[in-house]
């Protein structure tokens, strides 16, 4: 009997120094088994198997075969690239990722409070938050009526708002953006103190920027094709905003003490922007080096 028992130990040391041997040689990544469920990963274990009849499976252990052929590495139920915007009066407003706000590896009962997510990015003391939905919907909430039963929630492939303490209608799907009014106002306008989250609640337009005509030669018939390519940004329209919308002067003070004054003619089709993380007076008719940025105060004449 204790001969039987040492052959058990010895042979599960083998089996241990052979396993640590071929993880070893192989780096095969156990390390997934503590974050997606095993049978997430068999599903996608019979993917690659499908993949494997295109593709070499030699390269299967870089991004390279999916990112080139594919454009993106797809992972049912993991919204990579999916996001939201967050603007207004916060810290780092721009493009959140959603996996970035909801870790969507622990489905289905993951969940995050509202106000946690704005304290995580730097708005724990706001006024107000507008959720916006993908369908032009929108839910302003203020702070007095926001509890921490307001939870952000994976919706398809995105997120949705529920609150058990508020109506129906405010459970808002498939939101797209958040914007946050803070208490402080620290941009003038004609001597009105105010702040981008407020002008943002009101009229928003669009402007194209950087558009450009690009081509290029296709190396299989010599033929030249092009396109065009720009980008568009939303931003607060300047003489909807001003007390003065028929100015002939624009002045425009900037964080770093500096005073720019300009004419109509130059601030025509002006927008208060967010852009970077920095609020900047986009200027349609002239080009972005001439853009003032870390705009505090405007006043038109």
Not at 160 to 186: M, Y
Not at 219 to 235: C, H, I, K, N, T
Request: net charge negative; hydrophobic share 45%.
């Amino acid at each position: 009997m204790q001969r039987q028992h040492w052959i058990g130990i010895v042979i599960i040391a083998l089996l241990a120094l052979g396993l640590a041997l071929v993880l070893g040689a192989t780096w095969l990544p156990v390390e997934v088994l503590r974050y997606y469920p095993a049978t997430l990963l068999l599903e996608e274990a019979e993917r690659m198997g499908e993949c494997a009849a295109c593709h070499e499976a030699a390269t299967f252990h870089t991004c390279d075969t999916c990112h080139n052929e594919h454009g993106s590495a797809v992972l049912e139920g993991f919204p990579f690239y999916a996001g939201v915007t967050l603007a207004g009066d916060v810290p780092q407003p721009g493009y959140i990722l959603l996996n970035d706000v909801l870790l969507y590896s622990a489905q289905p009962y993951i969940h995050l409070s509202l106000l946690d997510f704005l304290a995580e990015q730097g708005a724990a003391d706001f006024e107000s938050v507008t959720l916006t939905s993908l369908d032009g919907g929108f839910i302003t909430i203020s702070r007095e009526n926001l509890t921490p039963n307001g939870l952000l929630l994976p919706y398809e492939d995105g997120i949705r708002f529920a609150a058990e303490d508020l109506h129906i209608s405010t459970w808002i799907k498939g939101i797209r953006g958040f914007i946050v009014v803070g208490p402080e106002r620290p941009l003038e306008i004609d001597g009105e103190a105010t702040s981008i989250g407020r002008l943002l609640l009101g009229p928003r337009h669009t402007v194209t920027v950087d558009l450009a005509n690009v081509m290029l030669r296709s190396e299989e018939d010599g033929e030249v094709r092009s396109a065009q390519a720009g980008r568009r940004l939303e931003g607060v329209l300047v003489s909807e905003i001003v007390a003065n919308p028929a100015f002939e002067r624009l002045t425009v003070q900037t964080a770093d003490g500096a005073t720019h004054t300009l004419t109509i003619e130059e601030a025509w089709g002006a927008l208060l922007v967010q852009l970077r993380g920095t609020l900047t007076l986009v200027l349609p008719e002239r080009g972005q080096p001439q853009w003032l940025s870390g705009v505090t105060a405007l006043r038109s004449e």
